[in-house]
Structure formats: structure tokens, C-alpha cells
């Protein structure tokens, strides 16, 4: 099945600064990889998303890159605030529906 | 529209106890999943159900049982709870314009 790997587990930045989290995956036929947001006690909350036909979208301060040749794609925050602080989860799927979910990314901005 | 709904919340059981997690959805979208959330393991996919009489297993599904019930419910039985299975458990659906996943707002369970 896929694998997909997260890095970094952590993130601290400075209030203002930028925030990258990068994934790779395993299964070349993926085509789906949606990055979702998870609040301290909430859901997970889809933030942004990009399918293997796009090498980058843009959404205000968040984008998300595919580098489908090599198997990885990064979500960048650009002005971080304090509100970003949260859980990133990076995900990958074929066209069966089945969402493969990275470990996570707990982002902490510093004011 | 109260989207995707779970309950319990939380939940205590003993080694051995059974119990069923519901999940409602009012969005009438045809795929519903079940996931467990651990610290560090991401979000891991227990079943599924692609439409309303079929279900799969998913990434880790041994210890529990799943029902899709009709298309408004999919539930996830533990017929005898093991330690192991302290989780934070996640029903979601999927669908819309972005075919996007939404989570309901998970049941906290603790097996002692």
C-alpha cells in the first residue's frame, strides 16, 4: 500500500516568518494529496489540496507544491500567525478513495 | 446541516467489554470512512464504505467490525476491547465539489 513520510514531527517559527512541511510518498500511481489542519481538541479540517495534473496552487498565504518525478510535496505558509499554530497532515491517494495519512506536523508560531 | 456526527464522545470500557461508535452524516455523500488517531501515527484508516451495502478493510482493521447501516450511517463495533485499541477514533465522509473528506468531531476512547 502507500507509504507516506512527513517531516519535520515539530516546527517552531517566529511570528511573521515562513513555515515548510515536506512529504514524500511511495506509490507513483497517486494522484489526490490534500494537506488538512487539525486544531488542539477539533477535527481534522481540509486546507488546501492538489491533484498530479497541477505543480502548485495557491490559496492567500498557504501553497502547496507536487513534485510528482520524485514523489514529494511541501506545504508552505508565508506571514505565519498565531492562528497557524495547529497539526499538519500531509495524505496521498489513488483513485479508490482511500486516503494514506503522513504522521504529522505539530507547527507552534512564536509571538 | 449538522454535517458529520459522532457519539459517544468519550468512553471508558474495561479489557473485554463491547461497544459500538456511532456515525451520522447528513450530507447524503456515498463513501464513509473510520479512522484511529494516535500520537505520532498520523490518522490510520480502519474500514470503509464506497456506497450504502459495501464495506472494506482498511490499513488496520483487525479487533473491530463496521455496519453501513444506510447511507446516513456507518458504525465501527469492538466486540472485546483490548488496551490497545485507546484511540481517538474519526468518522468522515466524502464528496462535494472537491470530493474532499469531512470528520466528524471523533470519540475518545480508553480501554483500561
Known amino acids: 500500500g502507500e507509504n507516506v513520510e512527513q517531516h519535520p514531527s515539530t516546527l517552531s517559527v517566529q511570528e511573521g516568518d515562513s513555515a515548510v512541511i515536506k512529504c514524500t510518498y511511495s506509490?507513483?500511481?497517486?494522484?489526490?494529496f490534500p494537506w488538512y489542519k487539525q486544531e488542539l481538541g477539533k477535527r481534522p479540517q481540509l486546507i488546501i489540496d492538489i491533484r498530479s495534473n497541477v505543480g502548485e496552487k495557491k490559496d492567500q498565504r498557504i501553497a502547496v507544491t507536487l513534485n510528482k518525478t520524485a514523489k514529494h510535496f511541501s506545504l508552505h505558509i508565508t506571514e505565519t500567525q498565531p492562528e497557524d499554530s495547529a497539526v499538519y497532515f500531509c495524505?496521498?491517494?489513488?483513485?479508490?478513495?482511500?486516503?494514506?495519512f503522513g504522521a504529522g506536523t505539530t507547527v507552534t508560531v512564536r509571538a | 446541516n449538522a454535517g458529520v456526527t459522532q457519539t459517544p464522545k468519550f468512553q471508558v470500557l474495561k479489557t473485554g467489554q463491547s461497544m459500538t461508535l456511532q456515525c451520522a452524516q447528513d450530507m447524503n455523500h456515498n463513501s464513509m470512512y473510520w479512522y484511529r488517531q494516535d500520537p505520532g501515527m498520523g490518522l490510520r484508516l480502519i474500514y470503509y464504505s464506497a456506497s450504502e451495502g459495501t464495506t472494506d478493510k482498511g490499513e488496520v482493521p483487525n479487533g473491530y467490525n463496521v455496519s453501513r447501516l444506510n447511507k446516513r450511517e456507518f458504525s465501527l463495533r469492538l466486540e472485546s476491547a483490548a488496551p490497545s485499541q485507546t484511540s481517538v477514533y474519526f468518522c468522515a465522509t466524502e464528496g462535494g465539489v472537491r470530493d474532499e473528506q469531512y470528520f466528524g468531531p471523533g470519540t475518545r476512547l480508553t480501554v483500561t
Open positions: 495524505a496521498a491517494s489513488k483513485n479508490d478513495y482511500k486516503l494514506s
Open positions: 506509490d507513483s500511481a497517486s494522484n489526490y
